[in-house]
Nanobody, 117 residues
């Protein structure tokens, strides 16, 4: 079965950095675009970053452009999110996501990122 397992969250001071990873299994990873979403307390889940199946194209929410970088290693079935210059408003649970077919989406369990002094 499809599994997405995030890791790398934690507590960081404003201006600091964190690197998230999402290990995928149960599907042909190299064939699918991958996404990172986040959900802050009391807010809707939002798309943060996307990367195409081959890694040649990426997209970002305006709020994170220039600070967050999505990448992938198809040999390791892993997608990454490098987060720099973090702000308190980046505090959220971050989720790995893949859309594999019509009405078929998979999510990881999420990893908490807290930006606070």
């Amino acid at each position: 079965q499809v599994q997405l397992v995030e890791s790398g969250g934690g507590l960081v001071q404003p201006g600091g950095s964190l690197s998230l990873s999402c290990a995928a299994s149960g599907f042909t990873f190299r064939n699918y675009a991958m996404n990172w979403y986040r959900q802050a307390p009391g807010k809707e889940r939002e798309l943060v970053a996307s990367i195409t199946s081959g890694g040649g194209s990426t997209n970002y929410a305006d709020s994170v452009k220039g600070r967050l970088t999505i990448s992938r290693d198809n040999a390791k079935n892993t997608v990454y999110l490098q987060m720099n210059r973090l702000k308190p408003e980046d505090t959220a649970v971050y989720y790995c996501h893949v859309h594999v077919a019509w009405n078929t989406d998979y999510w990881g369990q999420g990893t908490q990122v807290t930006v606070s002094s």
